[in-house]
């Protein structure tokens, strides 16, 4: 079956650090990918997505690359903000009303 | 955009009470809308599938004769916790597909069910 793996936190980082947050997937078909992100005490937000091999899906700063060959699809941003403390769930769909699989969320703290 | 409005946002409720917890599409139709569940500091876990018109679809493990689902029109589903026990207090999020193109999915804002 479909499956999303992605980094346990939590991560820490001082304001202007890089992040990454790393995120492979398993899939029987093509899927499409996503980043979603959650604030505390709110529902889930899309962040970013790409729908094929070598897409990028970029927003507020941050991208994610479609990388067939490897199965990953790791968030990434240059300078992060304390505002960008958060909850990032990576995530698969693959076709049809099916659901999207989510991975376990990274818990990220950034620190002034 | 899309957008999914949910509520109640919060909700405190008496063991043995029922809530009821309602998902509308606000400027799509939504033949499919999902129900999670999610306990603190942890994923989202799929309870059920919604699809307007029939009866939905329930997880493994998931009691649906506790969590009651009904999709009686595009743009509306709700989720009713019977018999709410301390137990079932978590973070319900549901989910619709739609308006973001493929794959798209709209979530609400989450509800978070206490109960006492």
């Known amino acids: 079956g479909n499956s999303v793996t992605q980094m346990e936190g939590p991560v820490t980082l001082s304001e202007e650090a890089f992040l990454t947050i790393n995120c492979t997937y398993t899939?029987?078909?093509?899927?499409?990918l996503f980043w979603y992100v959650q604030y505390p005490g709110e529902g889930l937000q899309l962040l970013l997505k790409?729908?094929?091999?070598?897409d990028k899906g970029s927003n507020k700063g941050f991208e994610a690359t479609y990388r067939k060959e490897t199965t990953s699809f790791h968030l990434e941003k240059g300078s992060v903000q304390v505002s960008d403390s958060a909850v990032y769930f990576c995530?698969?769909?693959?076709?049809?009303?099916?659901?999207?699989?989510f991975g376990k969320g990274t818990r990220l703290s950034v620190i002034a | 955009g899309a957008v999914v409005s949910q509520h109640p946002s919060w909700v405190i409720c008496k063991s043995g009470t029922s809530v009821k917890i309602e998902c509308r599409s606000l400027?799509?139709?939504?033949?499919?809308m999902f129900w999670y569940r999610q306990f603190p500091k942890q994923s989202l876990m799929l309870m059920a599938t919604?699809?307007?018109?029939?009866?939905?679809?329930?997880e493994q493990g998931v009691e649906k004769d506790k969590f009651l689902i009904n999709h009686a029109s595009l743009t509306l589903s709700t989720l009713t916790v019977t018999s709410a026990h301390p137990e079932d207090s978590s973070f319900y999020i549901c989910?619709?597909?739609?308006?973001?193109?493929?794959?798209?999915?709209?979530f609400g804002s989450g509800t978070r069910l206490t109960v006492v």
């Open positions: 899939a029987t078909g093509y899927p499409s």
């Open positions: 989910s619709a597909r739609g308006g973001q193109g493929l794959g798209g999915y709209t």
């Open positions: 919604s699809n307007e018109g029939s009866k939905a679809t329930y």
């Open positions: 400027d799509f139709q939504a033949t499919t």
């Open positions: 995530a698969l769909y693959d076709s049809g009303n099916t659901p999207l699989v």
């Open positions: 790409a729908t094929k091999a070598d």
